[in-house]
């Protein structure tokens, strides 16, 4: 009797695990969204689409650029650093004062030059579920264009990048190579509530949102069929399309490749015992392992990341009332994503991206005043509206090509990715570069953006 009562027993704790694993582990179905849902000002029963295309030039008056100047010049409640310390605690405020001296008596001198460099590709806006977006749009000469395939493509930043990231990788792209079999017409948006396009009025705005915006786009523009790349929140966005809009994406290719699931989790600390049963060579072991090593790197770099999700209002106040506290919060990101060598330098960032380059994306920011509402976008994506989506455990058969740069956050492995992408074509790591590998190596990131296309027309897995 006693042992009926076991085994019954017994049964029903296997019972409940395998419930339990199960639920912790299916897959679930592709979510239904409004794909036209309205989010400008006022409840839209007014609405009138404007659908039309119209160019755009940055002009900056000059009276703005002669008022930031002088803000920059109210230097003298910034505290002194610690004695001896570098950037242990944050910015180094001596290097602050370096960067905002460039600012103000270099950079704004040559203003009207950083302003033709912003201007010297085609961008337009266009109006989209009730929001003004603003893109690059850039294609093939038609010489290039007559000796290679022709190709159409979604460039998507993150944060605190901008469509600045892409300058130099678009060039690229859109020129014929000896490498490549193709040239790119490539369409790199500004995100909601990024640079010139609108912030969404209304809560709820999160990655699935955006992706249905990035996708309208792209269909106002022509292009039933399209690449999608990105890093950062652009691998995020680029997953919600891929698997809400699998219709109209020929491939995704991410320079960030993350699944946040249960199952990965489980995956992960098996990995950690067997790493190379899972990674190609070990020389790459340090993208990934120690894992302990990694998570207490995020643990402690990621405070931005929480404050920006829970009260990213309260963050943006300060970024927008004071430009030198916007450089110090934005030069802080890009500094703890350089090489680890270079992470405790001064010039760090000049060397690692170009001091101009990081000066261009600040100005973007700050002449659009869109730090909130670019912070914003975390707290929707840690709100249970999105969560409850479950977007990583939706399966998609899009062709999925990742690149994992050694300086970047640990991306996925093949095997935790195979969950969720079910068509992995693709699948490199690199030795160099890091999390803003376009503003570090575009050609790095070009080359492999041309290895995945060709293996996704070319039928090939890895």
Known sequence: MKLVIFLALFAALCGMGYYKFYELTRPYPVPKLDTNK???PGDGKDYKPDTSIKPFKLTVDQKEIDLLRKKLNRTERIHEPLEGARFEYGFNLDALL???????DNYLKRWRAREMFINSLPQFTTEIQGLQIHFLHAKPTE?????KEVLPLLLLHG????TREFYDIIEMLKRKSEISDYVFEVVAPSLVGYGWSDPATKSGFNPAQMAIVMRNLMLRLGYKKFFVQ???WGSVIGNNIATLFPENVIGFHANLCMLRTPLSFMKQVVAEFFPYHFIPNRMLYDHHFPMK??????LRESGYFHIQATKPDTIGLVLSTSPIALAAYYCMIFQIVTPPHLQQEFNALDKTYGLDSILDNIMIHYLTNSMTSAARLYFE???KEYTSLRMDRVPTDVPY???RFKNDIPSGLDWQLRDKYRNLTHSMYFNRAGHFVNYEEPSLLYIDINEFVTKVLQGSNV
């Open 159 to 162: 944060w605190p990048s901008s």
């Open 401 to 403: 090509g990742c690149a």
């Open 143 to 147: 010489e290039d264009a007559a000796e």
């Open 98 to 104: 370096g960067i905002v001296k460039y600012w103000r």
């Open 230 to 232: 990105g890093g950062d």
């Open 38 to 40: 309205y989010w400008g």
């Open 381 to 383: 994506a840690t709100a």
């Open 293 to 298: 090593e990694k998570y207490m790197m995020l």
